[in-house]
């Protein structure tokens, strides 16, 4: 009869985890409501993958996980995970393994390009633009960030401020077209003369995105509709905001499910999360900054010696990811850390319980586009550290437009291990101490965290903006298998 078989779409993440988790979750929101989803990755990433999946409810589709080999290019075998590496290893090859994947990406789409409504690419496929077209299949981009992040970088790349700016890196740059009015420090921005690949590279997956049916945002309406109605009405660009995507997929909910992602908990990571049943509500500071950020000795110093000094109870987590974590223990003060008010963790960290956890009114991060978004989705108001990537785009957004942060007042785009100025103790205890005051200010940041909080899951839910916007994709998808596309290209 007139029954259609249901969507299919083919989700294609990229190997660091940042990219990863985010696009798992979205694969399982999609099968939850009825699309069939493939996802095509490599041996390790497929148990991380499952692991996400099996918790988030997908019943009504499904997902799949087709597994190709990982790409031998002389990188340590945990490569595969895209963390630990030295930024020129990252730079010098694991940025290859990117272009390894064509072939097998070619030759699935080949094979299935038929029944495929749809792929979901991460935006450092740039490639997979053309390999989609040659088989009539649309090519959505996911970039894993903000909308907010994404216009600065639209008004970046259009107006190019960087040309008639000198090379000070305290030269202000302001970004022009924005509906807010936005400004950032020349030291703040990739700077191409300096990184060419990563300039390269930048460009590329910009222009492919550009060429993209669409683009699809874990975010939500609520929480930037500005940027939203700047990217869709000024310029005129397809896109879904259909997050926060780990309470819609709801895979966030147990301690297994987001600890199996590195492999397994190691006992004091589950312990942080007991340490944390004994501490008064919102009484700790969680300092995190995901799987890539990694902190020079002097500045690991510092940072203990500022969440020693804020006075509160604090908890730290240090990933494997991190090069510095070898030498972490030997920088830190004597004494560290103070037994009931501190607690370590070394390695992988079940961070969306810890942020849901009651005990945590404060979050140190590197705005990280996920961590931000899980912090947003828990309420929990932050301290902001930003490195890299969009990471200062992140905090303008938290700081300046949502008004649920405070800076410690970063000022170098610094990858990893690389020199950059050192944030003191004093400064960290002091950008700590606001944000967890119950009074003043404190008091406001912690209220509109709430707000935000409860908007995130009004999102999610039945009739809410991101749940309408799922449902637009799939409709248009529906329209478009209909209207014979197969036919006419
Ligand atoms: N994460 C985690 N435990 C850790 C470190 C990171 O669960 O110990 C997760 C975190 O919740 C987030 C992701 O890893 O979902 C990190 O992504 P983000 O965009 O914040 O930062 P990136 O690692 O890409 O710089």
């Known amino acids: 009869g007139d029954e259609q078989p249901p969507l299919r779409m083919l989700f294609f993440p ?16 999609f099968a939850a409501r009825g699309v069939r989803c493939t996802i095509l990755t490599t041996p390790l990433q497929a148990s991380t993958i499952r692991s996400i999946v099996d918790r988030a409810n997908t019943s009504l589709g499904s997902v799949d996980v087709v597994v190709v080999p990982f790409p031998d290019v002389g990188l340590p075998p945990s490569a595969e995970s895209g963390t630990g590496l030295t930024s020129k290893d990252y730079n010098d090859r694991f940025l290859q393994t990117a272009e390894l994947l064509r072939e097998p990406f070619r030759r699935f789409l080949s094979d299935h390009h038929a029944e495929i409504d749809a792929v979901v690419s991460d935006g450092i496929f740039h490639w997979s633009v053309d390999e989609a077209a040659e088989h ?4 959505i981009t996911f970039l894993g960030t903000s909308m907010f992040a994404r216009s600065c970088t639209e008004a970046m790349l259009r107006s190019n401020p960087l040309e008639a700016c000198s090379d000070d890196p305290a030269a202000v740059v302001s970004l022009p077209g ?35 049916y669409g683009e ?36 966030g909910k147990d301690v297994a499910s987001r600890g199996a992602i590195a492999g397994t908990l190691s006992p004091e990571a589950i312990g942080c999360l007991r340490w944390l049943d004994k501490k008064p509500a919102s009484s700790v ?43 972490v223990d030997i920088c830190m003060p004597d004494g560290f850390p103070t037994a009931h008010r501190g607690y370590v963790v070394h390695g992988w960290a079940p961070q969306v ?14 705005c990280g586009w996920n961590s931000t978004l899980e912090a947003v989705s828990a309420g929990v108001p932050m301290v902001t550290w930003p ?34 100025r050192v944030i003191t103790g004093q400064v960290i205890a ?31 839910e039945k009739g809410g903006s991101s749940y309408d916007d799922v449902g637009q994709l799939m409709e248009e998808l529906i329209a478009r298998r209909c209207s014979g596309r197969k036919a006419g290209g």
């Open 387 to 420: 490195r890299y990537a969009d990471q200062f785009h992140n905090e303008k957004l938290v700081v300046e437009v949502l008004g649920v942060g405070v800076s410690v007042g970063a000022e170098d785009y610094a990858t990893w291990m690389e020199t950059h």
């Open 178 to 212: 924005l509906p807010h009015r936005v400004v950032e420090l020349r030291g703040q921005m990739m700077d191409p003369v300096k990184r060419p690949h990563e300039w390269a590279l930048f460009q590329l997956i910009h222009a492919a995105d550009r060429r993209s």
């Open 216 to 251: 699809l945002f874990n975010s939500f309406h609520e929480l930037e509709p500005a940027y939203a109605e700047h990217y869709r009405a000024t310029l005129h660009r397809r896109a879904w905001l259909v997050g926060p995507v780990a309470l819609a997929s709801g895979s």
């Open 430 to 460: 002091e950008s700590i101490r606001k944000v967890m005051k119950e009074e003043g200010d404190g008091d406001m940041i912690r209220k509109r965290a709430e707000e935000l909080r409860d908007k995130a899951r009004a999102a999610v």
């Open 285 to 327: 500071v969680y300092a995190s900054f995901g799987t890539m950020t990694s902190f020079s000795p002097e500045q690991t110093r510092e940072l203990a010696r500022g969440l020693d000094l804020s006075g509160k109870n604090f908890l730290w987590v240090i990933t494997n990811g991190s090069a510095a974590a070898a030498s």
């Open 353 to 366: 319980l810890i942020l849901n956890h009651p005990a945590v009114g404060g979050f140190m991060t590197h």
């Open 136 to 139: 009539g299949v649309p090519r």
């Open 14 to 29: 990229f190997l660091l985890p940042g990219h990863l988790i985010p696009m798992a979750d979205m694969a399982a929101l």
